[in-house]
């Protein structure tokens, strides 16, 4: 018999989510909503038809460590399929600005290129910064038509890009939930030709169901922007969701997070995390918020932990290693590098974005902090134990 704890993991992320097989892969690369008849698109390097290579530009929501660190694993992709070579490694801990202009200089190809003025950016998540941004980006794609493709990282980048609606193909990467956000139609129809998204259905109430069947609380903690943007960020609509199968309610703090410099932006969350732990919740989901860093992780761990609570990260592994309890982890973003550059390969191959799968399930993988777990008093079952992947035994 399966253990309780077991058969809830495998509920919880679904009997197929492993890495893709090649047969998986080659359904990807099939024709969906918008295709007449099946057909398969190849990811080998090709240049444009006049021989001339394609130019890809890059808009970016705003400073957030997971965006260069996802683009790095997209480029990693595409060199993996043979489309570039690299001067140099990919410099670690830059901004997505500094990472495109060195993509821009360091990249060699036949195929492709990274334009390096073909970066946007709406200030640092400053909300009055869009609609300048839209019209630039609308304003180059008119006037030069000199992009192929465009990347867009992150929430605010894609519904932007899909706003616009250019007739330039654009792959929207790093979205928490781009179906909420109002990016895709659907998690199988982006409901435009040029629009491609990754997709993971059910990905946070997952999370939560599993957070719940381990540690079986009647109120959890959650910190979010109260705006449309922030809210799909923190995944409330799953919480909420979930809260109502399950029976348990919600204590939210909200902490603004965009037009505000960074280091108020930690500020904000640090400070809910602190209010939370005082109004004594029986669990915290910590969700994404430009405030929760790698830097300032480890501060609401800290909090957490001193006020006993089990905590369970959205964001994965980086997390637990901080001092975080649990997390149903993601996968490591090579996998997710390539999943989007196997895109990119197919459109340049004549794909319309749309008639691509945008359905991603991440490899199953459990994170488990033991050292959390000893100092608020949580004694984890053995068939956590059994179940973890990742058991890290101190705060590093």
């Known amino acids: 018999m399966i253990p309780r704890f077991l058969s809830c993991l495998l509920v919880a992320i679904g009997l197929f989510a492993f890495p893709p097989s090649p047969a998986q892969a080659a359904a990807a690369a099939t024709t969906a909503p918008a295709a007449g008849r099946a057909s398969v698109f190849p990811t080998t390097p090709t240049a444009k038809?006049?021989?001339?290579?394609w130019r890809i530009g890059y808009v970016e929501s705003g400073d957030y460590?997971?965006?260069?660190?996802?683009?790095?694993?997209?480029?990693?992709?595409?060199?993996?399929?043979?489309?570039?070579?690299?001067?140099?490694?990919?410099?670690?801990?830059?901004?997505?600005?500094?990472?495109?202009?060195?993509?821009?200089?360091n990249a060699q190809s036949r195929y492709l290129?990274?334009?390096?003025?073909?970066?946007?950016?709406?200030?640092?998540?400053?909300?009055?910064?869009?609609?300048?941004?839209?019209?630039?980006?609308?304003?180059?794609?008119?006037?030069?038509?000199d992009i192929d493709l465009i990347i867009a990282m992150g929430t605010w980048a894609g519904q932007d890009m899909r706003a616009i609606g250019p007739p330039v193909p654009t792959i929207v990467a790093s979205s928490s939930d781009p179906v909420a956000a109002g990016i895709s139609d659907s998690?199988?129809?982006?409901?435009?030709?040029?629009?491609?998204?990754r997709v993971e259905p059910e990905r946070f109430q997952r999370q939560v169901r599993l957070f719940h069947e381990i540690v079986p609380f009647k109120t959890l903690g959650i910190v979010y922007e109260?705006?449309?943007?922030?809210?799909?960020?923190?995944?409330?609509?799953?919480?909420?969701?979930?809260?109502?199968?399950?029976?348990?309610?919600?204590?939210?703090?909200?902490?603004?997070?965009?037009?505000?410099?960074?280091?108020?932006?930690?500020?904000?969350?640090?400070?809910?995390?602190r209010k939370l732990a005082q109004q004594?919740?029986?669990?915290?989901?910590?969700?994404?918020?430009?405030?929760?860093?790698?830097?300032?992780?480890?501060?609401?761990?800290?909090?957490?932990?001193?006020?006993?609570?089990?905590?369970?990260?959205?964001?994965?592994s980086s997390e637990v290693k901080k001092g975080i309890l649990l997390s149903l982890a993601q996968a490591d973003?090579?996998?997710?590098?390539?999943?989007?550059?196997?895109?990119?390969?197919?459109?340049?191959?004549g794909a319309k974005p749309r008639q691509l799968s945008q359905i991603w399930i991440d490899p199953p993988k459990i994170a488990l902090n033991l050292a959390t777990a000893r100092t608020i008093g949580f004694d984890p079952p053995v068939d956590i134990l059994l179940a973890a992947d990742e058991v890290y035994q101190s705060d590093n």
Not at 86 to 105: E, R, V
Not at 244 to 268: K, M, R
Not at 333 to 349: C, D, K, N, P, W
Request: aromatic share 8%; charged share 20%.
């Open 49 to 53: 038809p006049d021989g001339k290579r």
């Open 65 to 105: 460590d997971q965006y260069p660190l996802t683009l790095t694993q997209i480029v990693n992709g595409l060199r993996h399929l043979g489309w570039l070579t690299l001067k140099a490694d990919i410099p670690k801990g830059i901004s997505g600005h500094d990472l495109w202009t060195w993509l821009a200089a």
């Open 113 to 145: 290129e990274f334009v390096a003025d073909a970066y946007w950016q709406p200030g640092n998540f400053d909300a009055a910064q869009r609609a300048p941004m839209r019209a630039a980006v609308t304003q180059r794609i008119h006037d030069k038509h």
């Open 187 to 197: 998690a199988q129809d982006s409901g435009r030709d040029n629009l491609h998204t």
């Open 226 to 273: 109260n705006s449309e943007s922030g809210r799909t960020y923190a995944a409330v609509a799953a919480v909420e969701q979930v809260s109502h199968e399950l029976g348990f309610t919600v204590e939210q703090c909200y902490a603004q997070s965009s037009s505000i410099p960074t280091d108020q932006a930690i500020a904000n969350a640090v400070g809910c995390y």
């Open 280 to 316: 004594h919740v029986d669990a915290v989901y910590v969700t994404t918020h430009r405030g929760v860093t790698p830097d300032s992780i480890g501060d609401i761990a800290k909090i957490l932990e001193d006020a006993k609570i089990p905590s369970f990260s959205m964001n994965g």
């Open 333 to 349: 973003l090579s996998y997710v590098g390539l999943f989007q550059a196997e895109t990119i390969a197919r459109i340049f191959h």
